[in-house]
């Protein structure tokens, strides 16, 4: 498969997403699909991302990670990914996961509903697709959380698979470049090798959708720290994934290029 770069950056605020207009989904849709990229800005309050990542990183100190492969009924989970074999990109990275059918403190799927929505409208799947208790197609929506810390919290360049299941996996930031880590972040890479660092033009709050296909990591994070997974300092953001069970064969894997 050739590999798909990432083109022009587009800035919108939040209440100028409309799910209702078709000529700005499809336009929205076409650009993604060349390769665009969408900030969205100011749609969730920066407090609440707060009151959420404080809780996260209570459970993280004080239990067990795990990892789970994702099956219909599994446990939310959060799992420590060093490197990790069973992993298809290989990254250095906290991870907290929170599937549709498991009830949560904080109602995430109702609170974040939307992104969802403008997720699938733009996949041409209907709104609620994936994120019932049921699974469909042999997918399922999961929500992550993931820390990245500093002193080398890092992602691999890679692609994620684009298929019936979805164009585009969105993230929202929960930290701020310059205040939560000072070097690395998130990018999306140009057709000339240069990586559009996400963390420089987007922040708490943000939510930033853009092709699964085109390469895309997280270049290490403050890696002339120390490496402390328990003074949870560094770089969070929130994946609205949609994925396929352990068990469906028919949806290709993510594809790391630095292997």
Not at 33 to 46: A, F, I, L, P, S
Request: aromatic residues 12%; hydrophobic residues 35%.
């Amino acid at each position: 498969m050739a590999k798909l770069f990432a083109r022009d950056v587009h800035t919108l605020h939040h209440n100028d997403i409309d799910l209702e207009n078709d000529d700005f989904i499809t336009t929205m849709r076409r650009n993604i699909e060349q390769g665009d990229t969408y900030v969205v800005k100011g749609g969730y309050d920066r407090q609440l991302l707060e009151r959420i990542r404080d809780y996260l990183v209570r459970i993280g100190r004080n239990s067990y990670p795990n990892y789970h492969p994702i099956e219909e009924g599994c446990h939310n989970f959060h799992r420590m990914n060093k490197f990790d074999d069973r992993a298809y990109v290989k990254g250095c990275f906290h991870q907290f996961s929170f599937l549709p059918w498991n009830q949560d403190v904080f109602n995430l799927y109702d609170r974040f509903k939307e992104i969802y929505f403008l997720k699938n409208k733009l996949s041409q799947l209907p709104a609620n697709k994936f994120i019932s208790h049921e699974v469909q197609e042999g997918c399922t929506a999961r929500m992550s959380f993931q820390f990245y810390p500093n002193g080398g919290g890092m992602l691999n360049a890679h692609a994620d698979p684009k298929d019936r299941h979805q164009l585009t996996v969105p993230i929202m930031l929960m930290s701020q470049k310059g205040e939560d880590f000072q070097q690395g972040g998130g990018y999306v890479m140009a057709s000339d090798g240069s990586e559009i660092i996400l963390d420089d033009i987007a922040g708490w709050g943000d939510v930033i959708y853009f092709n699964a296909q085109v390469v895309h990591g997280v270049a290490p994070i403050n890696p002339e720290d120390n490496l402390d997974w328990l003074a949870f300092k560094g770089r969070w953001m929130l994946l609205f994934a949609v994925n396929k069970l352990a068990s469906t064969t028919d949806i290709n894997n993510s594809i790391d290029y630095n292997k």
